[in-house]
Structures are given as structure tokens and as C-alpha cells.
């Protein structure tokens, strides 16, 4: 079994990286209570089955005796021992390795495995871009370093951690293919990794700011090419759960209406995850666009909770995927409750005929967009909004400009809407008139293919 571990104490001595959050955090711990989570950590997978390698992860130096002090890098070795754990595995930057700290982990029983961030080996990259303070030579010599007293050599290799890597990828490929020659000379081991926003970075900021984007899957792979089925290469592709996460200090309600509003930063990020990243459930096969509305998250107000009533009790509802439509793009029904997605009030009344034209351009263009990427996994879609509503508009627009109008059904129709509004009730769609419609188009079209009647 290989086991992960972050050890979370001090903070990273350089902590100057652009791309680099982790290493900007303070985590005040004592040692006695770091050894205790660690030591409680491995005990309990222990018992579940043999630890043969250890990944320690440390947001700075394990090397760096500020960080991590002599004692505690004998109490781990010791621990390591006595738990027979074949390989451990640990970070330093190159400036932190010398013989003195490395005697420290000097095992007969445990293999010792030193991992550094190589990035890319390229000066420039380093020190103008990356900002990592060390150049080339600093890890060459570092790694013979290892060498001579027996230790093996992880190194990473971080792809895109720039804007101007993104923004030059000849370049960039250049400057990977490089280091991958160079990396693959000195090491046991190399993890490519493609760069992700990290909150409190630089490369955060400029992600915000659309400067950079990070790389999809077929962008990544492309990038590794050759490199992919290399036995000694490793990839990581999302090397954490990347979400498109904003800390509370960067976290502002946004009300208005207009293009300011419409294609906030914010709303942008979260398309272009949405649209790239993002894979709707395997067992999701129809869509459902709703309208949005006031209260936040969607489910706590009238209108979805009048939907969620009508139609969440038939089995097809396991197949229905719910995809809100709104000024902040297309939301599929798992981030209704992340932030910004609760945070903001398009005011409908201050819409002026401009307004409109920009909403029905830009949601016309995302609602394409999320299309075009996931439409291999949608066997039919349904749109429940009144008919002259701009949402509904904007997706009509993007289902012909894409030819697949077929694949649309547009749920409330004219005269059942033109009903309910003599009735003057509010809103529309929670309309017992509505609703059933709703449900017996839903219930019509799943009996096409499925023998069980919906009543």
C-alpha cells in the first residue's frame, strides 16, 4: 500500500513561487503534536495493510532544520523503520540538501527517496517567471549530492506554471522537452504536473484576471507527448481536486445588471471549468435547463422547489440532469451552492433593450460552448422557461446555430403561458398548469424508451 501525508508545520523558507500558495502559509503546530497525527495516521493504516511507500508532503523543506528540526527527522526514520515501510519519500528544495541533514535519514532497512521541484530547466523560466530562486546548477549539484550518499531522486516537472508559458507554447514545449532530457539523465522518477491555481498565488491573480488559463486534458496530454508511457514518468493532471475556489477575502456580492456583471471575471472562470474540466454524472443522459432565481441556492425558492416536488418522485429523475441558465453562464445542478453561484441578484427591472441584446449574445455563446463539450453524453434536452424569456432565447439561438434544434424541446408554450398570465401568478413556472405540462412532456418522452409507464 502507498500512502500520502501532509506535513503541515512552519512554512516554506523561500515561499516566493508565482505559482505557489501552499508555500505562503503559516501553520504554527509543535512537533510533539505533528509526530502524534503522523504516528496516529500511519498506526491506523497499518493495521489495514502493509505500508510499503510513504509519500511525505511538506509545503517547504524537510531538509530545511527550521522547518523540520534534527529530532524529528530521526523520530520519523526510527518510525519508518519500526513500521517496516520499504520507501519513504520526502521535499527540499536543492539549497537544503547536504550531507549533515542527510545522515539524518540515513536508513539500512528504509530507501530513502528525495523528490525537488525542478519545474522547468530553464534559468529564465526559474528565476524571471517562476520565481523559485534557484537556478539549474543549484539542483544538479543538489542531486549529486543524493547520489553520493546513496539516496534516490524524484524530481517535478510543472507545466504552464506562467502566463507566458501559456500564452507561448512553442516555447514552452521547447523549454519542457529540455528538461525532460536533462531530468531524465538525473533521476529514478519524474512527475509531471500541470499547474492549477493555487489561492494566495500570483498565478491565481492572473487566472482572475484571464491572463492564464490552466491546461484541459487533450492540452496536457499533447504537452507530454512522447514522455506519456515512459516507465519512469508519472503524470498528474489534477494534482489536487481542482475547484475553482475564491477565499472570503475575495468574495463580493455581485449585484447589478449589464456587461459588467454579465461576464464577470469571476462567472468567466467558472465557464471555462465548467466547459474544459468538468464531466457531468455518467447516469445524467437527459438535460434540464431551469431558470434561476432570487433565493440562493436555487433549491430554497418557490419555483424549484414547485419542480423539484412535481417531478423528483419518478424514476426517470435519476436520468434528469438539472442545469440552471442565468447571468452567471450555464450551472449544472452539482455547484448550485458554490460561491459565487449564491452570491449574486441580476435585478430583471433595469434591464434596458441593450441589456437584454448582451445577455441573450453572451448566454447564447456559453450555452454553445458547454454544448459542443458535453453533448456526446446528452440524448435530449428540455428547456423549462416562459416562452419570451431571454434565457430561453439565448438557448434556442445556440441549439440552431449548432444545428440541433431537434434535440430541444422547449416545455411551456404559448398558450398554457398566455393562461397563467391572465391569472397574473408568480412566477410562471410553478404554475400547477405549468408544472403538469412539465411533467407529462418528461414522462412522454422517456416512455419512447422505456417500457414502464411514469404514473
Keep these: 500500500m502507498e500512502l500520502k501525508y501532509i506535513l503541515e508545520r512552519g512554512r516554506c523558507s523561500w515561499g516566493k513561487c508565482y505559482f505557489c500558495g501552499w508555500g505562503k502559509r503559516q501553520v504554527d503546530i509543535d512537533i510533539e503534536e505533528l509526530e502524534r497525527r503522523l504516528f496516529n495516521f500511519l498506526l491506523k493504516n497499518r493495521r489495514k495493510a502493509t505500508i510499503n511507500r510513504l509519500k511525505l508532503f511538506s ?17 520519523l526514520v526510527g518510525l519508518c523503520e519500526k513500521l517496516e515501510i520499504e520507501e519513504l519519500i520526502v521535499e527540499s528544495r536543492p539549497e537544503y540538501v547536504n550531507e549533515r541533514r542527510l545522515k539524518l535519514l540515513k536508513s539500512k532497512n528504509l530507501r530513502v527517496t528525495v523528490a525537488m521541484g525542478l519545474e522547468l530547466a530553464d534559468d529564465e523560466i526559474l528565476l524571471k517567471y517562476y520565481n523559485k530562486g534557484v537556478r539549474v546548477k543549484d539542483y544538479v549539484r543538489a542531486i549529486e549530492t543524493l547520489r553520493r550518499e546513496g539516496f534516490g531522486v524524484r524530481l517535478y516537472v510543472l507545466l504552464n506554471g506562467h502566463p507566458i508559458l501559456y500564452s507561448n507554447p512553442r516555447w514552452h514545449r521547447k523549454i519542457f522537452e529540455k528538461t525532460m532530457n536533462l531530468a531524465y539523465s538525473l533521476a529514478d ?51 489536487y481536486n481542482f475547484l475553482p475556489k475564491f477565499p472570503s477575502n475575495k468574495r463580493i456580492f455581485l449585484r447589478g445588471v449589464g456587461l459588467k456583471y454579465l461576464v464577470h471575471p469571476y462567472y468567466e472562470v467558472w465557464q471555462d471549468y465548467i466547459v474544459r474540466f468538468y464531466e457531468p454524472p455518467v ?3 437527459y438535460a434540464l435547463f431551469l431558470p ?20 423528483s418522485g419518478y424514476s426517470f429523475f435519476k436520468k434528469l440532469h438539472l442545469i440552471a441558465v442565468s447571468s452567471p453562464g450555464v450551472i449544472p445542478y452539482e455547484f448550485i451552492r458554490q460561491y459565487p453561484f449564491t452570491s449574486y441578484d441580476w435585478q430583471e427591472w433595469l434591464e434596458t433593450d441593450k441589456i437584454k441584446e448582451e445577455y441573450i449574445k453572451v448566454t447564447s455563446k ?5 454544448i459542443e463539450h458535453h453533448d456526446e453524453h446528452y440524448k435530449h434536452y428540455f428547456a423549462y422557461f416562459r416562452p419570451n424569456a431571454e434565457t430561453l432565447k439565448a438557448i434556442r439561438n445556440a441549439f440552431k446555430e449548432m444545428g440541433l434544434t431537434e434535440k430541444l424541446t422547449a416545455i411551456l408554450d404559448e398558450k398554457t403561458y398566455g393562461i397563467i398570465e391572465r391569472e397574473g401568478f408568480k412566477p410562471a413556472v410553478a404554475h400547477p398548469k405549468a408544472l403538469n405540462r412539465l411533467l407529462n412532456i418528461l414522462k412522454a418522452e422517456f416512455e419512447k424508451t422505456d417500457t414502464r409507464k411514469f404514473d
Design 59 to 75: 509545503s517547504g523543506s524537510l531538509l530545511d532544520e527550521k522547518q523540520f528540526p534534527d529530532d524529528f527527522i530521526e523520530w
Design 366 to 370: 456559453r450555452v454553445r460552448n458547454y
Design 292 to 311: 434561476c432565481a432570487y433565493r440562493k441556492p436555487y433549491t430554497r425558492s418557490k419555483t424549484w422547489k414547485a419542480i423539484l416536488n412535481k417531478i
Design 283 to 285: 447516469e445524467k443522459i
Design 189 to 239: 522518477s519524474i512527475v509531471i504536473i500541470n499547474a492549477y491555481p493555487h489561492v494566495n498565488s500570483e498565478l491565481w491573480e492572473a487566472w482572475i484576471r484571464g491572463e492564464w488559463k490552466p491546461l484541459d486534458k487533450r492540452q496536457f496530454l499533447n504537452m507530454v507527448g512522447r514522455w506519456l508511457e515512459n516507465e519512469k514518468v508519472e503524470l498528474d493532471f489534477k494534482n
